[in-house]
């Protein structure tokens, strides 16, 4: 199984952008997905969840009305749309992929990790 994610990048603050993870060597339909992030000298924290199909969606409290997950099984392919985004936003951005049908929050849920995109927002 390969996650790799990309999109990431220098922008400023107030500034948007799209990250992507293209998965493969799973059937990508049967798995919920997952977005983390982790600041220098901060633990890795969860960002975003999406369930197969798209139909359900979670979020940390931080990123809730600024990021939105969204998924295209026909690509293989999840995306974290980011906008309004902030100094604070700064991090290496995980994507994460976890067999089931059930939105996931916590890191221990989920079997497979990409090797994650620097987002960087300055001031």
């Known amino acids: 199984v390969q996650l790799q994610a990309s999109g990431g990048g220098l922008v400023q603050a107030g500034g948007s952008l799209r990250l992507s993870c293209a998965a493969s060597g799973l059937t990508f339909s049967s798995y919920t997905m997952g977005w983390f992030r982790q600041a220098p000298g901060k633990e890795r924290e969860f960002v975003a969840t999406i369930t197969w199909s798209g139909g359900s969606t979670g979020y940390a409290d931080s990123v809730k009305g600024r990021f939105t997950v969204s998924r295209d099984n026909a690509k293989n392919t999840v995306y974290l749309q980011m906008n309004s985004l902030k100094p604070e936003d700064t991090a290496v951005y995980y994507c994460?992929?976890?067999?089931?049908?059930?939105?996931?929050?916590?890191?221990?849920?989920?079997?497979?990790w990409g090797q994650g995109t620097q987002v960087t927002v300055s001031s």
């Open positions: 994460t992929a976890r067999y089931g049908v059930t939105p996931r929050y916590n890191m221990a849920d989920y079997t497979y």
